[in-house]
Nanobody
């Protein structure tokens, strides 16, 4: 089993920054897992935000966050980060960390291919 715990959410003004962290643990977790971030705004479906391959060499972002968000990972700490800059009110959502065992550009945005999920952390951006 794999456990994922997100931290770093909070309230920030538009134009501000936040960094989310996701700590992974568990007997079956390895640093080769693909790590992703999704978000769900009130009344909306959960959407893909970003993903990173185990080596960090490959990343993928939703169009809505390109140029503003970056994703990185520290495999020694089993931690993935989502740096969010130039935040907008429409970024307000619960952000979820996720993990999957394989990488595919075709399915990286598809939540059904992710095996493990955290409990989520709230990000609120005020205008």
């Amino acid at each position: 089993q794999v456990q994922l715990v997100e931290t770093g959410g909070g309230l920030v003004q538009a134009g501000g920054s936040l960094r989310l962290s996701c700590q992974a643990s568990g007997r079956t977790f390895t640093s080769r897992y693909v790590m992703g971030w999704f978000r769900q705004a009130p009344g909306k479906e959960r959407d893909f935000v970003a993903a990173i391959r185990w080596s960090g060499a490959s990343t993928f972002f939703a169009d809505s966050v390109k140029g503003r968000f970056t994703i990185s990972r520290d495999n020694a700490k089993n931690t993935v980060y989502l740096q969010m800059n130039s935040l907008k009110p429409e970024d307000t959502a619960v952000y979820y960390c996720s993990a999957r065992s394989t990488w595919s550009f075709d399915t990286v945005q598809a939540q059904q291919y992710y095996d493990y999920w955290g409990q989520g952390t709230q990000v609120t951006v005020s205008s």
